[in-house]
């Protein structure tokens, strides 16, 4: 709908720079002439313009509401799996011996990892609770190699073919070379397969977004020359997934020993999630009264350009702004313009 009101102000603004430009043709008249084309009011097509960009920012406001309802669900998740762990602090003998309360504790894990809010398709919060600006600014995904050490030094070259997904890439890793230059050698390579690379305590850790993720959870596909890894024919390569202390799959649920540090990353989650709802409700309260007050738009605009600190351009602008606001019209009146 937003797509077809652009394409359709286009058509008019064209039509209006096509009247001026068949006048100059000099007046030739045919059989085929056709009606003169009259101009459309400016007042009009700025209220169209306008009554497109609200619809366009009410997809926003909308999109704000589904990450705040998630958010809200992920405290009480929080709150929940905090408290079960204090229980068991307090009682350790006890939580030795309940089974039950480490099963409900890897529920609430389950439950929290369950929270994927979406608007359109497009993924609001990534899987470390950050608000999303665009796709490629969601928490990476770290990976090792579990059976292949890429960055052994050896006394002969050796070619690695590997496969992800669709692309297939080929490197040659030489000889005498320490892990370091092994990895300034590899980089290049995997950046193409959308894969980064570091060195963390001489172990390669590799770093990827989540549509490459899905790929790799898939299978990886390598072939060597028999240095590093066998001749012959590509083969799957296990992975080792490594989690940030943000991600819930990083806690331990299942033993009381887990349950200080896993305590402590559950307040540090829990304070990041309130600072968020807290700013975005904030900034809500202030777009309503500023909306139902009928104030003047460039009060609204300090409010919004607050908000986008918080609330980037994509998947949602933020740049919230009201057509009542804005053209000081009712909707009877908006409606009679667009009629």
Same mark, same amino acid.
Request: hydrophobic letters at 40%; a positive charge; one cysteine or more.
């Given at each position: 709908?937003?797509?077809?009101?652009?394409?359709?102000?286009?058509?008019?603004?064209? &039509?209006? &720079?096509?009247?001026?430009?068949?006048?100059?043709?000099?007046?030739?008249?045919?059989?085929?002439?056709?009606?003169?084309?009259?101009?459309?009011?400016?007042?009009?097509?700025?209220?169209?313009?306008?009554?497109?960009?609200?619809?366009?920012?009410?997809?926003?406001?909308?999109?704000s509401q589904v990450t705040l309802q998630a958010l809200t669900q992920a405290k009480q998740l929080l709150q929940q799996l905090a408290k079960l762990l204090q229980s068991a602090v307090q009682d350790e003998l006890q939580a030795r011996q309940n089974e039950k309360l480490w099963d409900t504790a890897e529920t609430l894990r389950q439950q929290l990892l369950g929270l994927k809010p979406q608007y359109q398709g497009i993924q609001l919060l990534d899987h470390h609770f950050n608000l999303l600006s665009t796709p490629a600014n969601a928490a990476m995904h770290a990976?090792?190699?579990? &059976?292949?050490?890429?960055?052994?030094?050896?006394?002969?070259?050796?070619?690695?073919?590997?496969?992800?997904?669709?692309?297939?890439?080929?490197?040659?890793?030489?000889?005498?070379?320490? *892990?370091?230059?092994?990895?300034?050698?590899?980089?290049?390579?995997? #950046?193409?397969?959308?894969?980064?690379?570091?060195?963390?305590?001489? #172990?390669?850790?590799?770093?990827?977004?989540?549509?490459?993720?899905?790929?790799?959870?898939?299978?990886?596909?390598?072939?060597?020359?028999?240095?590093?890894?066998?001749?012959?024919?590509? *083969?799957q390569i296990r992975i080792e997934a490594r989690y940030h202390w943000q991600d819930p799959r990083e806690w331990g649920l299942s033993a009381i020993e887990q349950a200080r540090p896993t305590l402590a990353k559950i307040a540090k989650t829990q304070q990041k999630i309130a600072q968020q709802a807290n700013e975005i409700n904030t900034i809500h309260q202030v777009l309503l009264a500023r909306i139902n007050a009928n104030s003047q738009a460039k009060d609204t605009q300090v409010a919004l350009n607050y908000l986008d600190k918080y609330m980037r351009p994509q998947p949602f602008s933020y740049q919230v702004t009201s057509l009542m606001a804005q053209s000081n019209t009712n909707r009877d009146q908006v409606g009679a313009l667009l009629g």
């Open positions: 709908m937003i797509k077809g009101v652009g394409e359709s102000l286009n058509v008019m603004r064209q &039509s209006q &720079s096509l009247a001026p430009a068949a006048a100059a043709t000099g007046g030739v008249s045919s059989q085929f002439d056709t009606p003169a084309q009259h101009a459309i009011p400016k007042h009009r097509l700025d209220s169209y313009q306008r009554w497109a960009k609200a619809t366009a920012e009410q997809h926003s406001i909308s999109a990976f090792v190699f579990k &059976s292949v050490d890429l960055c052994a030094p050896k006394d002969r070259d050796e070619k690695i073919t590997i496969q992800l997904g669709k692309k297939t890439v080929v490197l040659t890793l030489a000889a005498g070379l320490s *892990r370091q230059q092994l990895l300034q050698q590899m980089a290049p390579i995997f #950046e193409r397969l959308g894969i980064s690379l570091e060195l963390v305590a001489d #172990e390669l850790v590799c770093k990827t977004h989540s549509a490459v993720w899905q790929l790799v959870c898939e299978g990886v596909l390598m072939m060597g020359e028999g240095q590093r890894l066998p001749a012959g024919e590509l *083969r």
